[in-house]
């Protein structure tokens, strides 16, 4: 197999493969056997029809069109690997030239374009040592959490003054475009200056009493007349105030399992520390990914990028087109990181030789599920159906390989050496055996828990 590489992009290559005829002869000869499979020719028992009536009966180009369909993705991978090209998305396959008969001596040939992962210098990790912002926990750190938790037992109490900030009010909203009532709302709760609702009306709530009423011009934010403008009248039913209960033994005994105050506050402190470290433990990922990005140019593909981003719209605004510049600016900021961060840990996998279990990928599977509420097996079954392993195992794979990574690197905090193990946990010492490399093996698994289920994937429950 011949194989050329023309680079279009800093990002994106074109493969021409020219595949010899005894690389191609084994294709031929499978496509001849399952369409002999397929077909009945009087005289021949199914799936026994020689080759020769199967050209006869349906013409080469039915037999060759078989072995292409079959052959070119995996020569395609075979030239991948053969160009150690890493693709990040599907290519554009493009056949050329095809042998019209058993005899003819043409080639196969064929195009494929495909972006792929850029070249990325990775430092050594034995050695590395990165410093992170040492875990404080201060008590005003405390007092927040205990604040935080008074209001949880917080009461409302009704007083005859005006709203101010921070008040709950009941409010009815009618909204008016040219003079008509396009949305109305009664008995509304909200709390002043929360910001939760239309803009400019905590500015006209501020100051009203029970039973008074204002108007002001707001743009409506959901509903027919989403983005239009329109003159909304609110009035104002009633005001109540937040009355928080007193940090004693009381308190203490009401909230928690604790009989004293000084226990209370013991306890919120242990738990400020965990959250600390948890956070400390964050900011060492961060800055061992950052560190394998530092001073370099690494280019991004522009194709995935822009396929990325357009995601990231839909979630953003509900029609992406109409998305604000700073919209548009915080999802090209998210997918660059995001995707840098991926390459960078792709190109980490693929430094430490990291494999993927084929328990790894479906315990990986069963944690999403649970997580959104889903069948499990129906779950693992939707995503291999959908075409959408392949993702799965590659987060595996970049979760390995972070982990593996700083467990190989060194990190310190106000110069002193830190232990993140209780985050890291323990490199898994008796691997199982079984690897995947794409999605044959987790596909088996998927299929066995079908054949237990009622063998219908849910299709509509997996959305990436």
Do not use: C, W
């Not at 396959?93 to 043409?106: G, I, M, N, R, Y």
């Not at 990775?122 to 410093?131: R, Y």
């Not at 604000?324 to 840098?340: C, G, N, P, S």
């Not at 693992?380 to 159906?385: C, E, G, L, Q, W």
């Amino acid at each position: 197999m011949k194989i050329s590489v023309r680079n279009l992009e800093p990002t994106k290559v074109r493969l021409t493969v020219t595949v010899d005829p005894e690389e191609f002869d084994p294709y031929l000869d499978q496509a001849r056997k399952d369409i002999a499979g397929q077909i009945t020719v009087p005289g021949f028992r199914k799936g026994h029809v020689p080759g020769r009536i199967v050209e006869q009966r349906l013409g080469f180009s039915a037999v060759a069109g078989e072995a292409v369909n079959k052959g070119v993705p995996e020569l395609y991978s075979k030239a991948l690997e053969a160009k150690k090209i890493r693709p990040m998305a599907d290519p554009e396959l493009d056949v050329k030239e095809v042998p019209q008969s058993a005899d003819d001596d043409t080639k196969l040939r064929f195009v494929a374009t495909v972006e792929r992962r850029p070249d990325i210098e990775l430092p050594e990790l034995d050695g590395l040592t990165i410093d992170v912002e040492k875990a404080e926990v201060t008590d005003e750190d405390v007092d927040r959490r205990l604040e935080t938790l008074r209001q949880r037992f917080a009461t409302l109490v009704g007083v005859d003054r005006p709203a101010a900030k921070g008040d709950f009010v009941s409010i009815d909203l009618d909204a008016t475009i040219d003079g008509e009532s396009v949305d109305s709302q009664e008995g509304v709760s909200y709390q002043l200056g929360s910001g939760t609702m239309l803009d400019g009306l905590d500015e006209a709530l501020d100051g009203l009493s029970a039973g008074e009423e204002t108007t002001f011009e707001g743009t409506l934010e959901a509903g027919e007349h989403e983005g239009q403008k329109a003159q909304i009248k609110v009035k104002v039913n009633s005001v109540k105030t937040e009355e928080l209960p007193d940090l004693d033994d009381d308190f203490a005994q009401e909230a928690s399992e604790f009989d004293t105050l000084d226990e209370l506050k013991a306890d919120v402190r242990k738990a400020a520390e965990r959250d600390a470290e948890g956070r400390q433990a964050t900011q060492a990922r961060d800055a061992f990914i950052a560190r394998f990005e530092e001073g370099q140019d690494i280019p991004l593909p522009k194709g995935v990028r822009d396929s990325m981003i357009e995601e990231q719209l839909k979630n953003a605004a509900a029609d992406p087109k109409k998305a604000t510049d700073e919209q548009r600016k915080q999802a090209e900021e998210t997918v660059d990181k995001q995707l840098l961060d991926q390459m960078v840990l792709d190109a980490l996998a693929e430094k430490l030789e990291v494999t993927v279990s084929q328990a790894e990928v479906t315990n990986f599977l069963a944690s999403v599920a649970q997580q959104y509420g889903m069948d499990p097996s129906k779950f693992i079954t939707a995503v291999v159906r959908n075409g959408q392993l392949g993702p799965a195992v590659q987060e595996v794979g970049r979760s390995k390989a972070l982990l593996a990574g700083m467990r190989k690197a060194s990190f310190t905090s106000d110069g002193k050496p830190l232990d993140l193990g209780e985050f890291l946990g323990e490199a898994a010492e008796d691997e199982e055996s079984e690897s995947v490399e794409a999605a044959s093996a987790a596909a088996e698994v998927a299929d066995e828990l079908t054949s237990k289920d009622d063998g219908k994937p849910a299709e509509d429950a997996v959305e990436k």
